[in-house]
């Protein structure tokens, strides 16, 4: 199948620093890509490029066809069709559940608020947390609320998910309802590039693996491959950091 998805020679510099540094890859529809690597190597910087919310140097970011890492190229349908979901809950603290998950439908996609209403109930029931409709942010958990910022970019109807450690700012107890909601999603066929530290998961969940280290993909694969024999000293030093069993 044709890639959805294609990174040609990206770069990234914020003035003096590299952060990205001839980034190549490749997303095929239905496919789920893991990003690890240390604090800093440029994955969340990656994911902006990627969703069109920071600009490239060098290179191409090709989604569906069109050349979006070019300056001048129409970056909306873009960002209609890859959602993200990041670190911290970015929630609108003044609007309810209901109105968080259906303000973009509504106000983007022109839907109809009732329509948008029932497709959110749906997707709130998916994620068990229908009864929370009417709750504000501040009400909820952690947990509740990264799965109501996956629903929000669900409701959406992206082509390609992308997820930058959301479970990074949650408490321990609340990351597995968090995750399974990923798995979920990864079952029933959603493209998706999930960066991660929870590497069990990452285990778990991935077709492909990128590692990544100071804006370079030092190692691709697998992840059986990668997790039981990296072939980089650097992805070695990485993963001896963690304790996990796989
Ligand atoms: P990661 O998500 O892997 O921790 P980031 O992509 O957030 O890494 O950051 C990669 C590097 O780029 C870091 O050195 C960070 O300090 C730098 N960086 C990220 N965003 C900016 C920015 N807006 N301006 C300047 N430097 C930035
Ligand atoms: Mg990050």
Redesign the pocket.
């Known amino acids: 199948m044709a890639d959805l998805l294609t990174l040609k020679g990206v770069y990234k510099r914020?003035g003096e620093?590299e952060?990205l540094s001839d980034v190549n890859l490749s997303l095929k529809a239905g496919e789920v890509l893991v990003i690890i690597?240390p604090?800093?190597?440029?994955?969340?910087?990656?994911l902006k490029t990627i969703n069109a919310l920071e600009a490239i140097d060098e290179g191409e970011i090709i989604f569906d066809g069109v050349n979006i890492g070019d300056k001048r190229a129409d970056k909306r349908h873009a960002r209609k069709e890859i959602g993200m979901v990041f670190q911290n809950y970015d929630l609108f603290p003044h609007m309810n559940v209901i109105d968080n998950i259906t303000l973009g439908p509504i106000k983007v996609l022109k839907t109809r608020r009732a329509e948008a209403e029932e497709k959110a109930m749906t997707l709130l029931q998916r994620v068990g947390l229908a009864d929370k409709k009417n709750a504000y942010p501040r009400e909820l958990s952690g947990g509740q609320k990264q799965r109501v910022a996956i629903v929000r970019a669900l409701a959406m109807n992206p082509r390609v998910m992308l997820f930058d450690e959301i479970t990074a700012s949650i408490d321990p107890e609340m990351v597995r309802e968090v995750l399974d909601c990923l798995l979920e999603l990864a079952k029933e066929g959603m493209t998706m590039i999930v960066v991660t530290h929870e590497m069990g998961f990452a285990k778990a969940i991935a077709d492909r693996l990128i590692f990544m280290d100071a804006g370079k993909i030092v190692e691709e694969g697998l992840p059986k491959q990668f997790f039981e024999s990296p072939k980089s000293d650097r992805a070695k030093r990485f993963l001896s950091r963690f304790d996990f069993n796989l």
């Open positions: 914020f620093t952060v690597g604090s800093g190597c440029g994955k969340s910087t990656l």
